[in-house]
């Protein structure tokens, strides 16, 4: 089903009927009754923690779906595959392997289903909605266990204007309210609905520092593994974007709470991250010099088009071969050993006995620290900083921005503004940098011809000028930050 497609499922008594569904809107036709029986079994592992996760793998006879949560209100990515029933497919089980970690998966759940579905189009013969009727019976063995009936809308976005009246149509026959509960979720019942086996967990009303670094290593961890598959099926550049995101955070907070960890424990989970975030920074850093290059080539005079888009192509190149590596990089038994060791750092972090004092006691001194040395290296800046001191100044704004983040569950809104204000900094020098870099390869990928060598230097003068435009904003954004109101609460 395209990704586009707005899915939505109304509960229904047994004595529910499809009502007539034409004329909802003028030209709106509902196409006769397409029944079918559908036999469908849901596998996962013993706890579900696929189910935990939100993943879904499910079998029709020969054909296999996988369904991965993209996020927010997007409907999952669907993958579909062909294989034998009662054996998972080994493609779909890799993509999954992060989440398993050595766990059989085994059926789940055994659904029945007879459904009976209509179309809606318009006058033009376009799809705008599906309507199916669903009537489950739930199977252990040979005996039905329970039953329940739904109604499922699928709706293109060319019918979204029917909405209401579709609703209202179906729920004068009948129909209840909208449940976004899936079926097989349904079924399993609470076990699946828990959290993950990576939890993040809520702070108590008076939290030692020792539940802060959980719930800041925990959700951490949870973006990196939540992006795994994601990562592997490729498409979206911003899921690599969130696996790196994920694994800088938790090296920062490897540093910044060191004193409350075991310190070879600490060190040696840095050092493995710090292996993992330079492989998807290698992606990451060509997918964002990509965009930045095609936003920059759609500025461009049509006759320097196409010696630009040679350009492109090149750092396209670039790309995919980085991306082979990470996914070799995915493929060992260095990378599942890391993730075995963060799901266990989620949970049982090694912490020290002064982990155990009041977060709102010990988090100001710590956050202090990368404060300090952000604004030592702030002032031992020249008047016209080099590019590789303004990148280091940047890298530790981000420090600064992980830590209070980190702490302002615990400490308050003082420690989300600071943090909101070093996220400022960090996001100008951020342009600065990107822009520096893009400069850089422009310089490298120059060769190939006068033509090709002329664009990139036109390329190359206005990234000069964002460049510049980003070293005339930051001491500003610094100047914000460095405000003794904005960082009251670390000098207590």
């Known amino acids: 089903m395209p990704a586009s497609t707005r899915q939505l499922t109304l509960g229904a008594s047994p004595a529910f009927r ?3 569904l034409s004329g909802l809107a003028e030209g709106v036709v509902a196409t006769p009754e397409d029944d079918a029986r559908l036999e469908t079994t849901y596998y996962d592992t013993a706890d579900l923690r696929l189910a935990r996760w939100g993943l879904v793998l499910r079998n029709r006879g020969r054909r296999w779906l996988l369904a ?5 209100e997007q409907p999952p990515a669907e993958l579909w595959f062909d294989g034998r029933a009662r054996r998972p497919p080994d493609a779909a089980l890799t993509l999954l392997r992060a989440y398993l970690r050595g766990q059989p998966v ?21 799809r705008l909605a599906d309507v199916t009727d669903d009537e489950v019976s739930v199977l252990q063995g040979r005996r039905v266990a329970a039953r ?3 109604v499922e809308i699928a709706l293109q976005p060319a019918g979204d204007p029917l909405l209401a009246a579709l609703l209202e149509r179906l729920r004068g026959a009948g129909a209840g309210r909208v449940d976004r509960t899936p079926q097989h979720i349904r079924v399993l019942g609470p076990a ?3 959290a993950p086996d990576v939890a993040v967990p809520e702070l108590p009303s008076e939290p030692a520092a020792a539940d802060v670094v959980r719930r800041a290593m925990a959700a951490a961890i949870q973006l990196v593994l939540r992006h795994d598959a994601l990562v592997r099926l490729g498409g979206d550049p911003e899921h690599v974007h969130q696996a790196r995101v994920g694994t800088r955070r938790l090296r920062s907070h490897l540093r910044t709470f060191r004193t409350l960890l075991e310190p070879a424990w600490a060190e040696e989970l840095r050092t493995e991250l710090g292996w993992l975030a330079a492989e998807l920074g290698a992606v ?13 080539v759609a500025s461009l005079p049509a006759a320097d088009v196409r010696p630009a888009a040679a350009l492109a192509a090149t750092l396209t190149a670039e790309m995919d071969a980085a991306r082979t590596r990470l996914l070799e990089t995915m493929s060992t038994r260095r990378y599942y050993d890391l993730v075995d060791r963060l799901v266990e750092a989620a949970a049982r972090p090694a912490l020290v006995e002064a982990a155990d004092q009041p977060a709102a006691q010990v988090l100001p001194d710590l956050v202090r620290r990368p404060w300090s040395r952000l604004r030592q290296a702030v002032r031992a800046l020249d008047e016209r900083p080099p590019d590789e001191e303004l990148h280091r100044v940047r890298i530790l704004a981000k420090r600064v921005r992980y830590a209070a983040e980190a702490a302002a569950p615990a400490v308050g809104s003082e420690a989300t503004r600071f943090g909101k204000l070093a996220a400022g900094l960090q996001e100008v020098l951020g342009e600065h940098q990107d822009s520096v870099t893009m400069q850089a390869w422009l310089r490298a990928a120059a060769g190939g011809g006068r033509r090709r060598a002329f664009v990139a230097g036109e390329l190359h003068a206005i990234e000069a000028a964002r460049a510049e435009s980003s070293r005339a904003r930051w001491p500003e954004a610094w100047r914000r930050l460095k405000r003794p109101s904005a960082r009251a609460w670390i000098r207590r």
């Open 284 to 296: 990451r850093d060509l997918e964002v010099l990509h965009e930045r290059l095609l936003q920059l």
């Open 192 to 194: 699946a609905m828990g």
């Open 68 to 72: 991965i949560p993209l996020g927010g």
């Open 148 to 150: 329940f009936r739904e």
């Open 106 to 126: 085994e059926p789940v759940a055994r659904l029945s289903s007879w459904c009976r579905r209509v179309a809606l189009v318009d006058g033009a013969g376009r």
């Open 18 to 20: 499809l009502p007539e």
